[in-house]
């Protein structure tokens, strides 16, 4: 991925034919805990496309997801929204090198893996990264998002 080397990080980003859809797809296919994988959520958080790296084995708070955002209504973005706001499809969205800058918010229950294992921007590509990378490229916030 240009970005990331750009940046100083080198990222080997790999195929693997079974599809890394779901958390659980995806950890199977490196062979790590599901907690270490981390899903690229697009929500609408009133009209304003944010993105939310959460734990594979986790699930977004809305409630939460709102209250950090400084919003009052949220929601799951289309498809459309997501390639709109990322220029990725959903289920393969990377944490950075989107087509616009959108905030990215991540859940503080990262910190318990090091490595992580990101979308590589296919539903069926990944790749590890130091989570201090993660942070640094997606230019995330720290944020108490999932449930």
């Given at each position: 991925?240009?970005?990331?080397?750009?940046?100083?990080?080198?990222?080997?980003?790999?195929?693997?034919?079974?599809?890394?859809?779901?958390?659980?797809?995806?950890?199977a296919?490196?062979?790590?805990?599901?907690?270490?994988?981390?899903?690229?959520?697009?929500?609408?958080?009133?009209?304003?496309?944010v993105?939310?790296?959460?734990?594979?084995?986790?699930?977004?708070?809305?409630?939460?997801?709102?209250?950090?955002?400084?919003?009052?209504?949220?929601?799951?973005?289309?498809?459309?929204?997501?390639?709109?706001?990322?220029?990725?499809?959903?289920?393969?969205?990377?944490?950075?090198?989107?087509?616009?800058?959108?905030?990215?918010?991540?859940?503080?229950?990262?910190?318990?893996?090091?490595?992580?294992?990101v979308?590589?921007?296919?539903?069926?590509?990944?790749?590890?990264?130091?989570?201090?990378?993660?942070?640094?490229?997606?230019?995330?916030?720290?944020?108490?998002?999932?449930?």
């Open positions: 991925m240009d970005f990331a080397g750009e940046r100083g990080i080198d990222v080997d980003v790999a195929e693997f034919a079974e599809g890394t859809k779901t958390a659980a797809d995806a950890a296919a490196v062979g790590c805990d599901v907690a270490a994988i981390v899903k690229s959520l697009v929500f609408m958080v009133d009209e304003e496309p993105l939310a790296l959460v734990p594979g084995d986790l699930r977004l708070d809305e409630n939460k997801l709102a209250r950090e955002a400084g919003g009052t209504r949220v929601r799951r973005a289309s498809l459309d929204e997501v390639r709109g706001a990322t220029g990725y499809a959903a289920g393969g969205t990377p944490p950075f090198a989107h087509d616009r800058p959108i905030r990215v918010l991540a859940d503080r229950q990262l910190s318990r893996n090091d490595p992580l294992w979308a590589g921007g296919t539903p069926s590509s990944l790749f590890p990264i130091a989570l201090d990378d993660l942070i640094r490229l997606s230019a995330a916030t720290w944020a108490d998002v999932s449930r």
